[in-house]
């Protein structure tokens, strides 16, 4: 909608859901909002609303699971993300241009977390080994893109399906996902050395970028059929050389196949016509 003006103070406790997104509403976050203790779900994204929201506000909210403050570039949060005691239930976390610098503290106590977005914010350094630990189990949906990561280290969430690092400062070799991941990118990064023939282990991808990087020497020969689930392959702008795959895969499903800006040779391989879904094609 085009809400207006400033969120009221709560009169009631018995709020379950409360969605104001996609407002112009502006001001501070009220502080009775610490009364709402049903309060299961709850959205202030993309308004305009400003100053400090203190950690006090979810010390209570026990049961809630969704939490989306993000797009609100005039909300300071620095209290909230360094607080260690507040949402132990928290299933969805959504603070994407919330000019954090750092990676909430609660959430190592927060084991049931299955989708974290901390996208476009200003998170610098080594990502911290206690938060390797965080959702080990649950965490599904993993968004850290357009920050400045320097480094990733192992990556352990077993049942990731989404992880995207783009956009970073990310140094060092290719990190290989989980098993399971249907979409990575670390396009945007400084990323060296080769791609491990590990990556071809990713039956379920689906969407595979490592675009804008320092990767080189050759891709490995299983790239044309390692998954048959692959619709986006972005390898464009590294330092690969050597001929490209033989043998892609009836039924291949490539939509779009990007290897330009790199120093291949040879022939384009004639199994491509196997990819009849083909839209994008850049050499």
């Not at 969704?66 to 949060?77: E, F, Q, W």
């Not at 080769?194 to 790239?223: K, R, T």
């Not at 939509?255 to 196997?274: A, D, I, T, Y």
Request: net charge positive; with cysteine; hydrophobic share 40%.
């Amino acid at each position: 909608n085009q809400l207006t003006g400033h969120i009221g103070e709560f009169l009631h406790n018995s709020l379950v859901f409360l969605w104001l997104n996609n407002n112009k509403l502006h001001g501070p976050l009220p502080l009775s909002i610490s009364k709402l203790v049903s309060l299961r779900q709850l959205s202030v994204s993309f308004n305009n609303l400003s100053g400090n929201v203190e950690s006090k506000i979810f010390s209570k909210l026990k049961s809630l699971r969704y939490l989306d403050m993000s797009n609100n570039p005039h909300l300071s949060l620095s209290s909230f993300t360094l607080a260690t005691n507040i949402l132990p239930n928290i299933f969805s976390l959504h603070l994407s241009s919330s000019n954090i610098t750092e990676i909430p503290h609660f959430l190592r106590t927060a084991e049931y977390i299955q989708y974290l977005d901390l996208s476009k914010n200003q998170i610098k350094g080594n990502i911290p080994k206690w938060f390797l630990e965080v959702g080990k189990d649950s965490l599904y949906n993993l968004n850290l893109s357009y920050n400045f990561l320097t480094s990733v280290g192992h990556l352990p969430w077993k049942n990731l399906r989404y992880l995207d690092f783009r956009s970073n400062l990310l140094q060092g070799p290719l990190p290989i996902p989980p098993l399971g991941i249907s979409f990575f990118s670390v396009a945007r990064n400084k990323i060296t050395g080769q791609i491990s023939s590990l990556i071809c282990n990713l039956s379920y991808i689906e969407y595979l970028d490592l675009s804008y990087n320092h990767l080189s020497n050759m891709i490995p020969p299983c790239f044309g059929n390692f998954s048959d689930n692959l619709i986006d392959l972005d390898l464009q702008n590294n330092n690969l050389n050597g001929t490209l795959p033989t043998k892609f895969a009836m039924g291949c499903r490539l939509r779009s196949l990007k290897l330009n800006g790199n120093q291949f040779e040879g022939s384009l391989p004639q199994s491509l016509v196997h990819c009849r879904k083909l839209e994008v094609l850049d050499f």
